[in-house]
């Protein structure tokens, strides 16, 4: 809860607030830049109007008026990226008490931007990926790839995960091995938490990549993911870590865990070599461990019709949203994934 000292530097500095705990989230200088750019940018709008107003006072259709002039000037994807920002930063507001509402929720219904912040990108139809994913031969790098596709997680996210976080019912090799409670009664099944942060420690090893889900998810695990999985860990390197990290480097920093950066390099050296990366390209054209992402959310929800469980699998629903599929994970999460997942091996 905020003291009365924070409340009053809040309300006097909401987007200063705001930037600082994104600092003490982990959030990078980077991203938190990007934040400050866009907040201040819409307080000066706010500002301007005929009408000016404050941001604790701005409404949903200030918020609209601000989205629609966007839309003269920037893409899609861009206007859907301004307006997640302005999301997250009343949501976070609202959250600790600072402000009443988020005008910005009504405007998010209609603008879904989970779902529909990538831009326009290459489609890649199923069986040229089930090419793509059968000419790798590495077990580390094929493991590295099919997890990305059939889990729809970040490059960070999958670099976080350790041994704990994977359950699988018939596996020798992890056989004994300590799981997370969360999984015990789920067998088959990945656990991404939202906890790790950059400079975070998270089961007793500082973490050099950020978690962005907004909440814990638990995602199944098929039986081709699964096999994939065990291949990788019948000749996974003794890791240097006792967090026991799940993908750890086969090369120079031999039994190091793996880094967002060594992951994207093995991306884009087999997409290359399928013409599917261009020095220069843009999202449009190049295949990086973010289009995987693309890759599930548009398949997956294709064949599901489900955007609830999605989302719920990407991450990217609110606490309300979480808890009612994580009440019926067993019954509908894994049944309606299992159903509707593609073969990609």
Same mark, same amino acid.
């Given at each position: ?20 705990? $994104? ?17 201040? #940018? ?21 918020? $609209? ?27 976070? $507001?609202?959250?600790? @008490? ?5 005008? $910005? ?61 994977? /359950? ?17 009664? !789920? ?7 939202? #906890? ?10 500082? !973490? ?17 993911? @699964? ?66 992402? /693309?890759?599930?959310?548009? /398949? ?13 699998? !990407? ?12 009440? #019926? ?17």
């Amino acid at each position: 809860m905020s003291s009365d000292t924070d409340a009053v530097d809040a309300s006097e500095d909401p987007v200063g607030y705001f930037l600082d705990d $994104m600092t003490y989230h982990g959030k990078t200088d980077r991203t938190r830049e990007y934040y400050e750019r866009v907040l201040r #940018e819409f307080e000066s709008f706010l500002d301007s109007g005929a009408r000016p107003v404050g941001l604790a006072e701005a409404t949903h259709r200030d918020c $609209m008026a601000y989205v629609h002039g966007l839309r003269d000037e920037q893409s899609d994807s861009t206007v859907a990226t301004y307006a997640s920002y302005l999301h997250r930063f009343y949501a976070y $507001m609202n959250q600790v @008490g600072t402000f009443e509402e988020n005008p $910005m929720a009504l405007v998010m219904e209609e603008m879904d931007e989970t779902i529909d912040t990538d831009p326009q990108r290459r489609e890649i139809p199923i069986p040229a990926m089930r090419s793509f994913v059968r000419d790798i031969g590495h077990p580390l790098e094929r493991a590295v790839v099919v997890t990305l596709l059939k889990t729809g997680m970040r490059a960070g996210e999958l670099c976080n995960l350790d041994v704990r976080d994977l /359950h699988l019912s018939e596996c020798a090799v992890t056989a004994g091995t300590a799981i997370r409670p969360q999984l015990e009664e !789920r067998p088959d099944s990945l656990f991404v938490s939202a #906890e790790p942060a950059r400079g975070a420690v998270v089961n007793g090893e500082e !973490r050099t990549a950020s978690n962005k889900r907004k909440r814990d998810t638990t995602v199944p695990v098929d039986a081709e993911l @699964g096999d994939v999985l065990e291949r990788w860990l019948a000749v996974r390197p003794d890791p240097r870590s006792t967090a026991e990290p799940l993908f750890t480097s086969t090369s120079g920093d031999w039994g190091k865990r793996l880094t967002p950066d060594m992951v994207h390099h093995v991306v884009e050296r087999h997409a290359r070599d399928r013409g599917w990366y261009q020095d220069g390209g843009d999202a449009a054209q190049n295949v990086t461990p973010h289009y995987f992402r /693309h890759f599930f959310t548009t /398949h997956l929800r294709d064949r599901t019709g489900d955007r609830g469980i999605v989302k719920y699998l !990407r991450g990217d629903v609110a606490q309300d949203v979480i808890d009612t599929y994580t009440h #019926e994970w067993g019954d509908r999460v894994r049944t309606v994934y299992d159903e509707h997942v593609y073969d990609i091996c």
